[in-house]
C-alpha cells in the first residue's frame, strides 16, 4: 500500500540509541547524537534544493526545446513566403501585362513586410530559447553543488556512527569537518557560486 511507510534500523542507529541511553550526559554519544542530528536536518534540506534545482533545469530546459520549434516554425514560415515571392518575382518576369505586372509587385512587397515580420518574430523565439538553455544550466549547476553538500553531509553522517562504534575522537573530528565542508558547499550552493 502507498500509505504504510516502515523504517528499518541498521546496527549503527542502534547502537546510537544505546549509547545515548547508557553513556554520561556530554559525552561522546550525546555529542555525536546531536551533531548527527544537525547534519541530518541540513541534509534533508540540501536534498530537497538538489530536487528543486534538478526539476528547475528540465522544466527550462523544455521550454527552451518549445520555444526553439517554434522559431523553427516561423523560419519554416519565413521561407514559405520567400518562396510565394520567388514565384511572384518570376511571373513578373514572364508576363508582359502591366496590369498583371502591378499585382506582382504588390504580392512582393507585401511578402517582403511580412518576411521582415516573420525574421524579428523567429529571432526574438531563438533569443528566448537561448536564455532558457541558460537557466537551464544554471539551475543544472546549483543541482549538482546541492548534490555534493548533500553527499557530504551524509559521509559525515556516516563518520560520526563510525565515530560512536569504534570511540575514537578523531572520528568525531572528521565528521565535524565533513559537516563544515557540507555547509560550506550548502552555502555555496544558495550564493549561487
Known amino acids: 500500500?502507498?500509505?504504510?511507510?516502515?523504517?528499518?534500523?541498521?546496527?549503527?542507529?542502534?547502537?546510537?540509541?544505546?549509547?545515548?541511553?547508557?553513556?554520561?550526559?556530554?559525552?561522546?554519544?550525546?555529542?555525536?547524537?546531536?551533531?548527527?542530528?544537525?547534519?541530518?536536518?541540513?541534509?534533508?534540506?540540501?536534498?530537497?534544493?538538489?530536487?528543486?534545482?534538478?526539476?528547475?533545469?528540465?522544466?527550462?530546459?523544455?521550454?527552451?526545446?518549445?520555444?526553439?520549434?517554434?522559431?523553427?516554425?516561423?523560419?519554416?514560415?519565413?521561407?514559405?513566403?520567400?518562396s510565394r515571392q520567388n514565384l511572384s518575382e518570376l511571373a513578373l518576369d514572364l508576363t508582359a501585362d502591366e496590369q498583371q505586372k502591378a499585382k506582382y509587385r504588390d504580392k512582393i512587397a507585401r511578402y517582403e513586410s511580412e518576411k521582415a515580420q516573420i525574421k524579428t518574430e523567429a529571432e526574438k523565439l531563438e533569443a528566448l530559447s537561448a536564455d532558457w538553455d541558460h537557466k537551464s544550466e544554471e539551475q543544472l549547476h546549483l543541482h549538482h553543488r546541492w548534490a555534493q553538500a548533500t553527499t557530504v553531509l551524509q559521509v559525515g553522517i556516516a563518520l560520526a556512527a563510525i565515530a560512536l562504534l569504534t570511540r575514537r575522537r578523531w572520528m568525531e573530528y572528521a565528521t565535524l569537518g565533513a559537516g563544515v565542508l557540507g555547509i560550506g558547499l550548502g552555502i555555496a550552493a544558495w550564493l549561487h557560486v
Open 1 to 82: 500500500m502507498s500509505g504504510d511507510h516502515f523504517h528499518v534500523h541498521g546496527p549503527h542507529d542502534h547502537e546510537l540509541e544505546h549509547a545515548a541511553q547508557h553513556e554520561p550526559r556530554g559525552g561522546l554519544a550525546g555529542q555525536l547524537a546531536v551533531i548527527t542530528a544537525i547534519l541530518a536536518t541540513l541534509g534533508a534540506c540540501f536534498s530537497y534544493m538538489g530536487g528543486a534545482t534538478q526539476a528547475n533545469a528540465g522544466l527550462y530546459k523544455n521550454n527552451a526545446a518549445i520555444t526553439k520549434t517554434e522559431a523553427a516554425n516561423r523560419w519554416n514560415y519565413y521561407q514559405a513566403k520567400s
